[in-house]
């Protein structure tokens, strides 16, 4: 249920709005506005955009069939670091993507959606705040 919850929500979004990207940036840099620094090259919102998507393919993946997403999700992390972003404003991204999408499609978030996007939030933070690999790996095997 997860899974087509946030299929349905991202789906409705792209409905309304064709390019999220200023929603979910404007959103971020409210929050932490040092992180708008990080962009000054990106004058026309290319990497922004790029980077959402990217997030948009993980969050289905994570949600469905997990066949990259978490160890991408703890890969980035490391990486984001070497970019000055801090592991905490790296997790805080995914649920200004979900407020993002909460407030976009106002009220068509419904329920169901809210539960689902909870869940995957819970989920998520695991990943991000373990980015240790073969630590998350062997949390896994000893269930």
């Known amino acids: 249920m997860t899974l087509s919850m946030i299929e349905t929500s991202l789906e409705l979004a792209a409905e309304l709005y064709q390019d999220l990207t200023p929603i979910v940036y404007d959103r971020l840099f409210a929050q932490y506005p040092d992180m708008q620094a990080l962009f000054w ?8 955009g790029e980077m959402l998507a990217k997030v948009f393919e993980a969050l289905l993946d994570f ?14 992390v490391i990486t984001h670091e070497g970019y000055d972003v801090p592991p905490d404003v790296f997790r805080i991204f995914f649920a ?48």
């Open 41 to 48: 090259r990106d004058t026309n919102h290319s990497v922004k």
């Open 63 to 76: 949600a469905g069939e997990r066949k990259y997403a978490a160890a991408m999700i703890q890969c980035e």
């Open 96 to 143: 200004v993507v979900a407020d993002s999408i909460c407030a976009v499609l106002g009220e068509a978030w419904t329920p169901p959606m809210a539960a689902a996007w909870h869940d995957l939030l819970g989920q998520l933070d695991y990943y991000v705040t373990h980015p240790d690999q073969y630590e998350t790996l062997a949390a896994a095997q000893s269930l």
